[in-house]
């Protein structure tokens, strides 16, 4: 059977670098390594569904990619809890104190700047292990060995479903869930990088940064204010590199 | 904040069952219990998802529940996998020869019956694990602490999402990839039973199976074939008890 793997891919910059992973292992094949991915992207409701569909399903043509599913998560709206899919919720904006100036390297982090026990109202309720357990049905389904998944440690803990030990679990999890002859393992190969790690890397890999979509306000210009257009900023900013993307 | 539980009740004998255990934890309290309940349903494209939905409805008015949650997951059957979603896929019909009459006792299960390698086709890839994640998405926005799922061990390992050591470890997932001040934990209380134990117990707790449905393959009368009706007719005749759905 050919060696798939599963992407989750969001649409933002730390799915797409980790596409980017993915495509390059299968590269040195030196065969159309494009049919070796298999793209899954979810929609939950979340401000920025349309965009975000776009950006993924650019970035799937930008890698050949055939195998994709899309699927409607809409109850993950229903229940809200998150203001990334209730529109009553505030996005949170980073106030001028808490610039990430200071965010030179990843040493100089000062921990005020990421507090330990708040986890932010853009966290949605156990999203990661929703996401990766339909990942887990499709790797299933299709034989695909692998799913790549483009957490970034640097969110957590405020984010609990994006720590080394979550994905841990989740891989026993699937281990004991799934056929005595299906052998799927979940990847996240950004976990313990910094953000503007993940910009450096996705620029050795040349990924299609133009492509990518992070506000998580706006759907036509970027805001540049909420957290995650801050967030994203401040890593191209520290990893030297130009953001090619839009802001109002 | 009130003491809530969520119950998975997909309208079939054991989340019949295991909602009345949910509902009986709370009736020691005196009382309006019902409002401790909080039903998820999902449906996932399975052949009978009209008829399943329709018992949902008919158990949670039965209990006076007024916290539901009904979710699409027609992706499930877009993926296919199963013959339960993949109407392409014929449902499995027991053979004369493997006929359960020997389930007289759980003592004499001939393993035969239940062969450890096959995972049947009526198998859904990780069901439960999706089932349980949005259960506890769910239950982490309303503040609920309890997770009731009527999985039956006697299936395991054909379905390997059904094991004890599969709850138990997605106990620990759930532990870390929610906040740290949710505390969640997935009871499943029917897990070392058997099928026949299970009706007898929901007959003492005067649970509505009136009102579930079983069949994997009809929605108007039950075919009386299928796997699941076979094991539901033989479950209610060693437990001595009269179903009171009609077969074709």
Same mark, same amino acid.
């Given at each position: 059977? $050919? ?42 409701? +979340?401000?920025?569904? $349309?965009?975000?569909?776009d950006s993924f399903e650019k970035i799937a043509d930008f890698y050949g ?41 990843? +040493?100089?982090?000062p921990p005020q700047n990421v507090p330990e026990q708040i986890v932010p ?46 994905? +841990? ?55 540049? $204010? ?19 993307i839009n802001y109002e």
């Amino acid at each position: 059977m $050919k060696d798939l793997a599963v992407v989750l891919v969001s649409g933002g910059i730390d799915s797409c670098v980790t596409a980017g992973i993915a495509n390059k292992t299968y590269e040195s094949n030196g065969v159309d390594h494009s049919s070796n991915l298999a793209f899954l992207h979810i929609n939950y409701g +979340q401000r920025t569904e $349309k965009k975000e569909l776009d950006s993924f399903e650019k970035i799937a043509d930008f890698y050949g990619v055939k195998h994709k599913l899309v699927c409607d998560f809409k109850w993950l709206s229903k229940i809200g809890g998150s203001s990334l899919t209730d529109l009553e919720m505030d996005v949170p904006v980073f106030k001028k104190e808490t610039k990430l100036k200071s965010f030179a390297t990843s +040493q100089e982090i000062p921990p005020q700047n990421v507090p330990e026990q708040i986890v932010p109202t853009t966290y949605v309720p156990f999203r990661n292990a929703n996401l990766l357990s339909i990942g887990v049905s499709w790797a299933e389904v299709i034989g695909a060995k692998k799913i790549f998944i483009g957490v970034v440690n640097q969110d957590a803990p405020r984010y609990p479903d994006t720590r080394p030990e979550f994905i +841990q679990a989740f891989n026993k999890l699937l281990k004991l869930g799934t056929k005595p002859d299906t052998h799927i393992e979940v990847l996240a190969p950004l976990i313990n990088m910094q953000k503007y790690e993940v910009v450096k890397l996705g620029a050795e890999l040349n990924v299609p940064f133009h492509l990518t979509w992070s506000c998580y306000k706006n759907d036509a210009l970027a805001c540049g $204010k909420c957290e995650s257009c801050k967030q994203r900023h401040d890593a191209f900013k520290l990893a030297g590199i130009n953001d090619p993307i839009n802001y109002e």
